[in-house]
């Protein structure tokens, strides 16, 4: 099974930004894709960024240009960089990795954004 740990979480003001990392425990570029995505109360866990094992990337539509979705060979590391943070974007953010059928998710990261 394939562990992923998320960090980066945290309370920042409105304008700000944070950069999550997601902690691989194998080799990064074996997932089909890697992708992250949001959970806020009462809603289902929706994805945010993706990127597929060929480098192409998608984005939900409001944080399209404000996040960046990014992998380290080296570090078996992901990250989303979060920038121009709006209070709406508060939410827990989960990372996930899939490789051909299986998906493995971390425990998740909160994030905060007071206006």
């Known amino acids: 099974q394939v562990q992923l740990v998320e960090s980066g979480g945290g309370l920042v003001q409105a304008g700000g930004s944070l950069r999550l990392s997601c902690a691989a425990s194998?080799?990064?570029?074996?997932?089909?894709?890697m992708g992250w995505y949001r959970q806020t109360p009462g809603k289902e866990r929706e994805l945010v960024a993706g990127i597929t094992g060929g480098g192409s990337t998608k984005y939900e539509d409001s944080v399209k240009g404000r996040f960046t979705i990014s992998r380290a060979r080296t570090k078996n590391m992901g990250y989303l960089q979060m920038n121009n943070l709006k209070p709406e974007n508060t939410a827990v953010y989960y990372c996930n990795g899939r490789i051909l059928l299986r998906a493995d998710w971390g425990r998740g990261a909160q994030v905060n954004v007071c206006s």
């Open positions: 194998t080799n990064i570029f074996r997932f089909n894709t």
